[in-house]
């Protein structure tokens, strides 16, 4: 298989891989959910498919997981390719802290993720 780079209009993406923020594993829980193409992303809910992907896995997903759904979707729905994290802001916003009305078992998610995420970036600007 060819590596297609990532597409910088949501048009011209052809496989969930050339999706910015999406990798292989990423990749595969879209496919896992039945989304095939990244046209496949255009109308969805990013929280439904965050809970979809949690029922799925029955596993609590790391919030940064909804950050990229949100980051997909907007990037297809016409929205420039900006990082996960620059949805960080605007999910707690909307959605709250989700670990704790999440109804899984799992261990709350800690933040440890979108720490390392702001050290390496404060590491890059300093």
């Given at each position: 298989m060819i590596k297609r780079p990532k597409a910088t209009r949501g048009?011209?993406?052809?496989?969930?891989?050339?999706?910015?923020?999406?990798g292989p594993a990423m990749?595969?829980?879209?496919?896992?959910?039945?989304l095939h193409q990244p046209q496949d992303l255009r109308g969805q809910d990013p929280l439904a498919l965050?809970?979809?992907?949690?029922?799925l896995t029955g596993t609590r997903?790391?919030?940064?997981?909804?950050?990229?759904?949100?980051?997909i979707v907007?990037?297809?729905?016409?929205?420039?390719?900006r990082p996960w994290w620059s949805f960080t802001a605007l999910r707690k916003e909307?959605?709250?802290?989700?670990?704790?009305?999440?109804?899984?078992t799992a261990p709350a998610w800690d933040g440890s993720h979108e720490r390392a995420r702001r050290e390496g970036a404060n590491l890059r600007a300093g």
């Open positions: 048009e011209d993406c052809q496989t969930l891989e050339q999706l910015p923020n999406v990749a595969g829980d879209l496919r896992a959910m039945g965050y809970r979809r992907l949690e029922a997903q790391d919030p940064c997981v909804l950050d990229t759904f949100m980051a907007d990037f297809m729905e016409g929205g420039p390719p909307r959605h709250g802290v989700l670990h704790l009305d999440s109804p899984l």
